[in-house]
């Protein structure tokens, strides 16, 4: 089983920029479709971008052009890149793994991470 580990995230006022990492052990992720999703309380998870092992991505409509999904297969670790944050992306962040296609879907995934907060102040 993949473990997965999100770090990066904090507090960043709007308009900023914040780069989340999700650290992989016990599977090399470059062949792996990965993914980013988001929840607040309340409501379920909402998927925002995925890349499978061919580099294949997909986002979200409403984070095209803010948010940036990557792996460094280096340091096996999933990255996210979010510029423009507003405070509406304020939300608990998960990574995860197992999708067959890149896809936005949470119950296409097998594995999560715990999630880490960002919140951004206006």
């Known amino acids: 089983q993949v473990h997965l580990v999100e770090t990066g995230g904090g507090s960043v006022q709007a308009g900023g920029s914040l780069r989340l990492s999700c650290a992989a052990s016990g599977y090399t992720i470059s062949r792996l479709c990965m993914g980013w999703f988001r929840q607040v309380p309340g409501k379920g998870r909402e998927g925002l971008a995925s890349?499978?092992?061919?580099?294949?991505?997909q986002y979200a409509d409403f984070v095209v052009g803010r948010f940036t999904i990557s792996k460094g297969n280096t340091k096996n670790t999933l990255y996210l890149r979010m510029d423009g944050l507003k405070a509406e992306d304020t939300a608990m962040y998960s990574c995860?793994?197992?999708?067959?296609?890149?896809?936005?879907?949470?119950?296409?995934?097998?594995?999560w991470g715990q999630g880490i907060q960002v919140t951004v102040s206006s």
């Open positions: 995860a793994a197992g999708c067959a296609v890149p896809t936005l879907w949470e119950s296409d995934y097998r594995n």
């Open positions: 890349i499978d092992g061919s580099g294949y991505i």
